[in-house]
């Protein structure tokens, strides 16, 4: 068996639990590799930009791989439509959500 996959971390210069840190903020939310870089230096750390861009592409394919089967699966589709309808020379606001395979499913 490849050593590499036993330990993918073996022969970094920084912990693992830094580096996949990085890996997931940069994937979990919209900041650059600047802009992490300026996140660990906060923290004390001095991570280039291009260091951080190197975890992204080594490890984010690996993440993914090991995440997938633990998402849930999103199978539905949904429609909703806003309308204000007259009751008794009242009128109420209505929100019709609708899903596609299940049927109608209302609210007011």
Not at 65 to 74: E, F, M, Q, S
């Amino acid at each position: 068996m490849n050593v590499q996959h036993q330990n993918p971390f073996k022969w970094r210069h920084f912990q693992s639990d830094i580096i996949l840190l990085c890996v997931r903020w940069y994937l979990r939310y919209s900041l650059s590799y600047r802009d992490l870089e300026e996140i660990m230096l906060e923290r004390g750390l001095h991570v280039d930009h291009t260091t951080i861009y190197r975890w992204v592409q080594r490890y984010a394919p690996e993440l993914e791989k090991r995440c997938r089967p633990h998402l849930k699966a999103t199978i539905d589709s949904w429609r909703v439509d806003e309308t204000y309808i007259k009751i008794k020379k009242q009128w109420i606001y209505r929100l019709c959500c609708k899903k596609l395979k299940e049927g109608k499913m209302s609210m007011k």
